[in-house]
């Protein structure tokens, strides 16, 4: 079974700074997609950025790159810029090509201070 | 386009008694996921319809439920609810077999069930 994990539970940053998320996953399979979702306050799941397995070229979205290293099974998120409406906690998630069920992380917490 | 929603957003009930939630998908997506979350295990996948069809399910009793109708709207219903049953419960809908985006999960904003 694949597995999501995020040894961050809680990361801080200032206005303006870059902030780095971690995320490791575990899988047999070749072809799969990766996300990270964003669940501020309100509790709405929001969608950040995806990336498939087979592009090697890293996702980016505007402030929201990552950063995937396929041999490593890493998949990290990188905040540029940041701002308050970017604190929430963020959900790593990963989901087999053909399949809908979607594997989620644990989260992390991001913290961002004026 | 409209996206997920999700009704009713809030819901206490009693041990014993039933429950069922309904999610409408985005138009034009023929999917819908269904996603338990709580503090303790975190968000965990409960079922999947696709054309009226249950194609995948999550490691949940048989008290867990679902169905689809022909609109791709999607219900599912928690009988005999216990106190663990307390959860916020996530609807994503999604476009599979497609490209550029669409076979992505889109969440709505969540049913928070509260049994006591």
């Known amino acids: 079974a694949q597995t999501v994990t995020q040894s961050q539970p809680e990361m801080s940053v200032q206005e303006a700074e870059t902030v780095t998320l971690s995320c490791t996953y575990d899988?047999?399979?070749?072809?799969?997609?990766l996300f990270w979702y964003k669940q501020p306050p309100s509790r709405q799941m929001i969608l950040v950025i995806r990336?498939?397995?087979?592009?090697?070229q890293n996702a980016t979205e505007n402030r929201f790159s990552v950063n995937f290293q396929k041999a490593a099974k890493s998949f990290s998120l990188k905040i540029s810029d940041s701002q308050l409406g970017d604190a929430a906690m963020y959900f790593c998630?990963?989901?087999?090509?053909?399949?809908?069920?979607?594997?989620f992380g644990t989260g992390t917490r991001l913290l961002v201070s004026p | 386009k409209a996206g997920v929603t999700q009704t009713p957003r809030y819901l206490i009930k009693t041990r014993g008694q039933q429950v069922t939630l309904s999610c409408s998908p985005i138009s034009g997506h023929r999917s819908v996921s269904w996603y338990q979350q709580t503090p303790g295990q975190g968000l965990q996948f409960l079922f999947e319809?696709?054309?009226?069809?249950?194609?995948n399910k999550g490691n949940f009793p048989g008290r867990f439920s679902g169905r689809q109708f022909s609109n791709s709207r999607s219900e599912m219903n928690v009988s005999t609810l216990e106190l663990g049953d307390s959860a916020l419960y996530l609807c994503?809908?999604?476009?599979?077999?497609?490209?550029?985006?669409?076979?992505?999960?889109?969440f709505g904003p969540g049913t928070r069930l509260l049994v006591l």
């Open positions: 994503a809908s999604s476009l599979p077999g497609t490209s550029g985006g669409e076979e992505t999960q889109y």
């Open positions: 899988t047999s399979e070749s072809d799969y997609y």
């Open positions: 998630a990963y989901r087999n090509t053909g399949f809908q069920k979607l594997v």
């Open positions: 990336q498939e397995a087979y592009k090697q």
């Open positions: 319809y696709f054309s009226e069809t249950q194609r």
